[in-house]
Structure formats: C-alpha cells, structure tokens
C-alpha cells in the first residue's frame, strides 16, 4: 500500500481530532477479569470527573449489589455489600488487589475504562505493518508506547504501554467504535497486564458524556468503617 508524502500524518491526525476524551462520563455495562488461577464476571455503574474521582459498583447475578469503589487521585473507599463494611485506605493498599483482582493508581484505573489519547512528537516513528495498519512508536524514554492505527475505520485498534526495561506493561485492544458527535469512543476495551498475569475486558451498554455526574459513595447507616 502506497501513501504520498504526509499522507500517514494526515490520518494519524484524524484519529487524534476524532478520540473523545471525556471531562465526564456516566455509564454501565459487563466486566471480566480473568486471572491464571480464575475468571469472573458481572455487570457495573460508573461515573467519572477528569479532574478527582472515577466511582464503580459492581453487581453480581439479578443484579444483586456486590461493592461499590470510589477512587481519587490518592486514596479508594470499597464498600463491600454482603459485609456492610468500608475500606478507606490509599491506592498502594493491598485490600483493593485483594477483593477486587486489579489494582493500580488513578489513571491506570481509568485506563481500563477508557480509550487512548495519541500524541505524536518530533522523532517519533511512522510506518505501515504487513496487515496495513498504521504504527506508531513513540520515543518516550520513561514510557514508550506502541499504537496500532486502522486506515479504513481511522480508529486506534491497539496500543501497548512499556517500562523503562521495555517490557510491556499494559496492552490494550478497543473494539465496537460509536460515534458520538464528531467524536468516536469503543464501546469494547480488553486490557492485558502481562506482568500481573491480568486480563480486564469491559463492554458498555450505555455511555454518556459531560454531563453533571456524582461519584460521590454514600455508605448506609451501621456501616463499619475500617481505615488502612
């Protein structure tokens, strides 16, 4: 596949302009986690602020409420429902791994909830694969990443994340593409921890954007609260 000069800039930008990057988000929809020793799944609420709090609950079959999490930049509260406890305690707290099978700070939390934001700097490198995909290699020292481009749909199919050692930390792959607005968003996001031996799959439901949203966690009366 040929492509005249600035071609792949071009369509890279497209994707850039077309990735929507909420400042607020209210959604629901199905989660797995599959680990090596287990797998398990149910259904889920969110609601999301750029700027502080992301808030989860979680739901077992017919919809019986399992637990609910709020997190901010630098602490979670778990609320578990069979126990009628809360947990507050900071994101490097081992309760959240624990009962929950992931754990990670604000934006990696998120990340399994959400898209990816390309940006493409001087030095950088462009090429096309054999399947005809765009591909991006960043040249981030601290956090190189790799992106995955489709020519056609101009979405970002995968993207896998690096530490310094350059061994991948987090891959992910976005499916199911709607377009909201001028916007597009996947609807179907599977994030791998290959270091953690994790997979994360979430399919939504319904999603809506920058609207006012509340990710405050309200706790019933009798709860225990437990502080780690």
Known sequence: MLF?????????????????????????????????????????????????????RLFGPFGISVCALQITRDSFYLYNAFDSRVVIASLQDKAMETLLHFSGDFETIW?????EHILFHKG????????GEIVLTTTNIQSPKKFWLNISSETLERCSEYSDEKRERLSKVMKRYTSIGEKKFPFWIRSSFPQQNRIITVSYDNIEFDKVVSCFLS??????????
């Open 111 to 115: 990340k399994i909830f959400s898209s």
């Open 124 to 131: 950088d490198s462009l090429s096309v694969n054999d399947e």
């Open 219 to 228: 706790i019933p009366k009798n709860t225990e609260v437990i502080h780690r």
């Open 4 to 56: 005249r000069s600035g071609e792949l800039e071009e369509i890279l930008l497209t994707v850039q302009r077309q990735s929507l990057i909420p400042k607020t988000m209210s959604a629901n929809g199905t989660i797995t986690v599959e680990t090596e020793q287990e797998s398990y799944s149910g259904s889920f609420e969110l609601s999301y602020d750029n700027r502080d709090s992301l808030l989860i």
